[in-house]
């Protein structure tokens, strides 16, 4: 499936900021104002953002009660993409409940169900929204609770059109803090955000999507020694664009060829390995065997259930499930999730790059595979 950016006109965004507290147990975060500000701006900048001035809503150090009020209101008004956005302090509640902090909000974990934003109004609001894509961002302690809360929401709003889904993005594992360092314009998780969505990601796809953005957030914030965010997605979410990506550089055109070229030469045929418009019955079961392998193996030693891809195989058979994986113009969040474990060997672009099904493909789709693996750290002679 191709992304796309959002309608804009049947789009909302609500960016939460939360700086300032009145009790001495949460300190100030001046640099959240500028948080939601400059992703405000990058958002619905007219050249690159995905949406629209009117529909995107900012609330710097709102009450309680009125971040109830616009979660209410843009997620009733979304029909097409509902991004929601929070940045600030997360408290855990007696229970482990994740509770997000506004002014006035209690950090004593008995009192603070009273005083801070239960995850479960962003929760019921994704869940109960007409929106089609909907996108929960949070820039907070122990912010990986809430991909573990959205898991019940996910599986809720599985829809039948193939973009239908949510997706999470969290600055932090749940049982770890956020950073926000002294003195800094933005806190690290959503300065990355901004610094990925402002230059793009260079060898991407022309439109920046959420499956692009979070393997470049964490391969920055682990290289500067911070938490890695955590991410869940329901079908093709990871397909949901929120920008254009600047750093996109459409490829070449090919001068035509000349004129007094020798109708000899213009006959010969191209260099370029073409795979065979009808592969030989074995050798495409042959693949076709193969993937079934990796969802094995995948489930058995990574703990990885690629249901999704499964159905992909199944449907339209393992050769032109690659095919449209190699051709997509990002990595697929299954992709992400093998890299993540570690186990880029059962990736669909290590197959096939394997020397018995090299043939199947064009030389194109090769580079596309062997590319995208050199880029995550994989070698491609280990494919071989």
Partial sequence: MNARLPERQASRALLIGASQFSYPGLHALPAV??????LADVLTDPEFGGFDETGCRVLTDPTAQQVGDAIHAVADEALDTLVLYYSGHGVLGQRGDLFLAVGDT???PRRVRYSGVPLDWFRSALAESPAQNRV???DCC???????????????????????????LTSAPAHETAVA??????????GELLTALRQGIPGGGPLLTLGDIYPALTRALLASGLPRPQHLGTGLADHIALSKNPAHRPPAMTPPESHTVSKQRRSRPAPQRQSSAEPGPKSAAD???????????????????????????????GLEAARRLIRAGSVSSGFTALWEKGRLDLSVEAVVLQDRFAGLFTDEELDIARNR????????????
């Fill in 181 to 190: 360092p002294l003195g800094a314009r933005f806190t690290a998780f959503s």
């Fill in 373 to 384: 693996l050199a880029e995550y750290g994989y070698s491609p002679a280990q494919t071989s």
């Fill in 142 to 168: 122990f912010s990986g609770r809430a991909a573990e809360a959205m898991s019940d929401t996910a599986s809720m709003v599985r829809g039948t059109l193939d973009i239908r889904g949510t997706y999470t």
């Fill in 33 to 38: 104002v500028n948080n939601v500000q400059a």
């Fill in 136 to 138: 929960l961002i949070l």
């Fill in 106 to 108: 209690n950090p004593d």
């Fill in 287 to 317: 693949f076709h065997s193969a993937m079934l392998d990796v969802y094995r193996k995948a489930k058995k030693e990574a703990g990885y259930n690629a249901a999704y891809f499964l159905q992909m195989v199944q449907e339209v058979g």
